[in-house]
Structure formats: structure tokens, C-alpha cells
């Protein structure tokens, strides 16, 4: 494996060891990326190719059309981020270690935390986590992927990271190794070191979904639905130019009209008079909204299919009465689509619990191998379900003897932290236990 240090050398030379970072951070695939992460946080913040349709001459005048903004993406990606974490991730295995591991994600807000890594993962396709001690309580912090920049060896291993942004004019660097943090700025117009120190937990954790074309890198949900948004924003911005268009109708008069006295004058209001034979009316373009709606469900059921979102949850179909089957097949594509969104989230978790277990040792808290081993995560996906229905087969496979009193919580859609569920059930029992010691007592010395 190539080192950061090999790597500087045999890419930049002796002559620039000093400031390699700021010529990695400007080459041209590092700022094409960040380019792009840059274009789709204007695209979320409402900055859609509809919005630079341009003027044009409609009779003589100028005419602005309509430029109707469709912030679908949103809602795509606030299912998605929802669906596979509104419910808290679960912490199993050996019982010391889940509750030393529990307390680290209580004081860190970890699954606050975690909702905001899907989210840039999904809007942006990779996100970094740097974890580290702030005053013996184990923290982590993201960096912005427009602010970072992982640095791979020829085996795509991450090898150092550069965190990269200006303010107030001002270039600031920080520069993740192994071992050490360096900061770096360029206050004044000449770069400096203004930092350094021990790096207690490592590189950072990138988190990133599939890329086809590399494999370091992820790649936006946007760029999947982009084009059919831009296609539904502009279709039903120019129906509704067509129909405002269309609503000032041409008179036609077909005949000779009659001249001279024309209509009574007692009748209130106008006419006109025509010839025997003669006819008039108003002529206009009609609007074929069928081929307007047909074309607008396509797109829309067109983006529910790629993004896999259940259309029952964008309120595009009726139900009633489902069972719990029916609502598995309805969220078979919701399912799959989190089942990927979980995959790539538990390789970073994983890498951010050796991180926290390397951090604890620091603190004199230490796990066996095997005990560490059994450390595990439970997603539960915010699936609608018939609670009823799932609570009856539990109660039969418990009665039956066929599950255990742990399986049985971790399955019930009303407990979320089992190992704290279990404590409260063994500290219920212990109590009942000893009442029932008690009266026995009472009884006996009674008689």
C-alpha cells in the first residue's frame, strides 16, 4: 500500500512538499466534482432550468411564459431518508458492549447524526466523517462534500484527506493524515502552517453509494430524476401558457352581413345582423389536454419507478383495506431501494465503531475481540403495517415456544431499543419476584 508521503513525492516532487494540497485540491476531476455538487445544491434550492426559459414575440408583443418550479426532488429524497431512518438504529451483541456503545451515541446525537449522512449521500452521493475527543466525549462532524477532498492510492485505498474552503477570502486547508492534522491558511497572502495535532482516530469515514465509472466516489439520486422534473416543469408550463393563450378567441363572420337598421332599438344590449343563411361564431384553438395528461402521468410514474418510491406514499393511488401482505408488495421497491441506502450506510458505521472502540481504549474502556465481534445494527424500516395483525402471530410464536423473548422485541413495531426493553422486563420481574418472597414471609410467620 502506497503511503501519503510516497504518494506527494512521486507525484509532485521535493519542490512542492510544502503546498501539494492546494494543487490536488485544483485540478481540474476535483473541481469538476465539486462543480457539480455545487449545481445540484442550486438545483434544491430552487434553481431549475425553467427558470432561464427566455422571452419571446407572441402578436406583436413581448411574451414571459410561465416558469412553474417543481420541487419534487425534495420530497424524493425526504421519503427516502425517512423510510430507512425515522425509526432509531438499534444496537445488538454482547450486553457490556452495546451499553457502552449506547452512550457514545446518546452524548454524540449519533442518530442525529446519521440522518444528515444519508442525507448528503443522497443528494450529493458521499459525505465524510471525521470522529474525535472533545473533552473525553467521543463526537463526530461531517465535511462538506464540496469541501472535501479524499486522496486514493492506485488500489482506490484512501490514503489522506484534504478539508478545502474560502471565507471572507481567506484559503483554508486542513490536511487529514494518519497519525496527524495540519491546518493551514493563507492569511495575509502567504501560505502558512497555523496548526498541528495528534491524529487520536485516523482518516475520516467516507460514506458514498455506487458509481459505475469509479468506485471512490458516489453518485447523486439527482442525476437520475433531473431530466424528468426539468421535462414535467417545462410540459406544464407551456399548457399553461397554451391555455391562457387560447382563451381570447377570433370572431369569424361567414356570409354577407345585413346593413341598415340592424336589430330594434327597444333590445337591450348589441348584435349583429346577418344575411338569410349566413353564419358567425368565435374560432379558437382547441387544447388537448388528454395528451397532456397521458404525457404528464408517464413522467411521473416514470419518476416514482426510478427513484422506487411506492406511489401510495406520494398519494397517487387509493387503498383501503389492505393486508399486511398487500402493504409488502406495495413497498417492494421501497424496501429494495433502503436495502441498498443500508448497505452503504453500515460499511461507514462499521468503520465508525472501530474508530469509537479505539477511542474508548484511550479511555481505559476496553472489549475482548469476541465480545466486540457480536456488536451489530438493526435497521427498521418506517414501513406502514398492520400492527395488529403482526402483534397476534408474536404472541402465537412465543406461545408456541418457537421465538425468543429477544426476537420477539426486536420484531414488535412498538419497541425500538431492545436491550433496554429486556433490562426494564428482567428489573420488572426481579421486583415481582421478591414481592412474592415477601408474602410468602407474611404467610409463614402469620401462621
Do not use: C
Not at 472533545?134 to 465535511?143: E, F, P, T, Y
Amino acid at each position: 500500500m502506497t503511503t501519503l508521503e510516497q504518494y506527494v513525492s512521486e507525484k509532485y516532487g521535493s519542490e512542492h512538499l510544502s503546498d501539494w494540497f492546494v494543487e490536488f485540491v485544483q485540478e481540474i476531476p476535483n473541481q469538476q466534482r465539486v462543480q457539480d455538487i455545487i449545481a445540484k445544491k442550486e438545483y434544491l434550492n430552487g434553481n431549475h432550468k425553467i427558470l432561464k426559459s427566455p422571452s419571446y414575440q407572441y402578436n406583436g408583443r413581448e411574451f414571459y411564459p410561465r416558469k412553474i418550479v417543481l420541487q419534487y426532488a425534495k420530497t424524493l429524497l425526504n421519503f427516502q431518508k425517512a423510510y430507512l431512518l425515522q425509526n432509531p438504529i438499534t444496537l445488538t451483541g454482547n450486553e457490556k458492549v452495546v451499553r457502552e456503545y449506547q452512550k457514545v451515541n446518546r452524548k454524540g446525537k449519533y442518530n442525529r447524526l446519521n440522518q444528515k449522512i444519508l442525507d448528503k449521500v443522497l443528494k450529493y452521493g458521499q459525505v465524510a466523517e471525521y470522529v474525535y475527543l472533545d473533552n473525553g466525549v467521543i463526537k463526530s462532524k461531517l465535511i462538506d462534500p464540496s469541501h472535501g477532498y479524499p486522496i486514493h492510492d492506485e488500489h482506490n485505498q484512501l490514503i489522506g484527506f484534504i478539508q478545502a474552503f474560502v471565507n471572507d477570502g481567506i484559503e483554508y486547508y486542513t490536511v487529514y493524515e494518519d497519525d496527524v492534522v495540519s491546518e493551514y491558511n493563507n492569511a495575509g497572502g502567504r501560505l502558512k502552517l497555523t496548526g498541528r495535532y495528534a491524529n487520536l482516530s485516523g482518516l475520516p469515514i467516507i460514506y458514498h453509494n455506487q458509481n459505475e465509472l469509479d468506485e471512490t466516489q458516489g453518485r447523486s439520486e439527482l442525476d437520475d430524476w433531473i431530466s424528468i422534473l426539468d421535462s414535467m416543469e417545462d410540459l406544464i408550463s407551456k399548457y399553461t401558457d397554451s391555455f391562457y393563450k387560447f382563451m381570447n378567441p377570433i370572431p369569424v363572420v361567414i356570409g354577407q352581413q345585413l346593413k341598415g337598421e340592424g336589430l330594434p332599438s327597444q333590445v337591450i344590449g348589441g348584435g349583429i345582423s346577418l344575411d338569410d343563411g349566413s353564419d358567425f361564431k368565435m374560432a379558437s384553438n382547441g387544447l388537448d389536454y388528454k395528451s397532456f395528461e397521458t404525457i404528464y402521468k408517464t413522467l411521473v410514474q416514470s419518476l416514482l419507478d426510478i427513484s422506487q418510491t411506492p406511489a401510495v406514499s406520494m398519494n397517487k393511488t387509493d387503498i383501503s383495506n389492505l393486508s399486511e401482505v398487500s402493504i409488502k408488495l406495495l413497498f417492494s421497491l421501497a424496501n429494495i431501494k433502503a436495502g441498498m441506502n443500508e448497505q452503504y450506510l453500515r460499511e461507514g458505521l462499521e468503520q465508525r465503531f472501530n474508530k469509537i472502540r479505539r477511542l474508548l481504549e484511550l479511555q481505559g474502556i476496553t472489549f475482548s475481540d469476541d465480545d466486540y465481534d457480536t456488536l451489530d445494527i438493526v435497521f427498521q424500516y418506517a414501513t406502514p403495517s398492520n400492527d395488529k395483525e403482526i402483534i397476534e402471530n408474536l404472541k402465537q410464536l412465543r406461545e408456541m415456544g418457537a421465538i425468543s423473548l429477544e426476537s420477539l422485541l426486536g420484531h414488535s413495531p412498538y419497541v425500538s431499543d431492545i436491550q433496554m426493553e429486556l433490562q426494564k422486563i428482567d428489573k420488572e420481574n426481579n421486583i415481582q419476584y421478591v414481592n412474592k418472597l415477601d408474602d410468602i414471609v407474611d404467610n409463614v410467620n402469620n401462621s
